[in-house]
T-cell receptor
């Protein structure tokens, strides 16, 4: 069965520091992968997606993610975190006609 | 202004009552979805619909019902049979899908927080 694992429930980084959020997936074929962000009490906003082609994907708000088939990973990165990036981040894999979401990683930014 | 609207933002219900959550989209998307979100559990799919007058159960459909009478609307009813309905509910929509039935990007509404008193 398809699944997504986000190993880190919480991550705290200092403002201006780099960020990497981990995502591992289980899927039999070439996956379609997504990263979403959610501010408290709000809906989810798409940050970026990978369908095919270049394995390094650029998204909004300065985020990028790299698809590594050999590691079944799709980690999200940002070179310099801003206080406004504090939110919950979800990785998802496309499975059939549905999305399967990870449990999320809560990012805290300290000044 | 295209998007997905959910109403109300907050909803309170007494035990034993049914309640209906609204979801409307003007993106001309064929597919619509309902998710439940609980802390630390990510999003769990309740129901989805790919075409008017048709819908399928997701992973946690028990205690919920839906209808899809119009392309733009996909209301969710939380029935009294749902044992633990207090949660944050998210509606999403997408185009029907890419070639080969692969899913396309889902766009989310702002959510409805349901509290059972």
């Amino acid at each position: 069965a398809q699944s997504v694992t986000q190993p880190d429930i919480h991550i705290t980084v200092s403002e201006g520091a780099s960020l990497e959020l981990r995502c591992n997936y289980s899927y039999g074929a070439t996956p379609y992968l997504f990263w979403y962000v959610q501010s408290p009490g709000q809906g989810l906003q798409l940050l970026l997606k990978y369908f095919s082609g270049d394995t390094l994907v650029q998204g909004i708000k300065g985020f990028e993610a790299e698809f590594k088939r050999s590691q079944s990973s799709f980690n999200l990165r940002k070179p310099s975190v801003h206080w406004s990036d504090a939110a919950e981040y979800f990785c998802a894999v496309g499975a059939g006609n549905k999305l399967v979401f990870g449990a999320g990683t809560i990012l805290r930014v300290k000044s | 202004d295209g998007g997905i609207t959910q109403s109300p933002k907050y909803l309170f219900r007494k035990e034993g009552q049914n309640v209906t959550l609204s979801c409307e989209q003007n993106l001309n998307h064929d597919a619509m979805y309902w998710y439940r979100q609980d802390p630390g559990q990510g999003l769990r799919l309740i129901y989805y619909s790919q075409i008017v007058n048709d819908f399928q159960k997701g992973d946690i459909a028990e205690g919920y019902s839906v209808s899809r009478e119009k392309k733009e609307s996909f209301p969710l009813t939380v029935t009294s049979a749902q044992k633990n309905p207090t949660a944050f509910y998210l509606c999403a929509s997408s185009i029907l899908g890419l070639a080969g039935g692969r899913p396309d990007t889902q766009y989310f509404g702002p959510g409805t927080r349901l509290t059972v008193l």
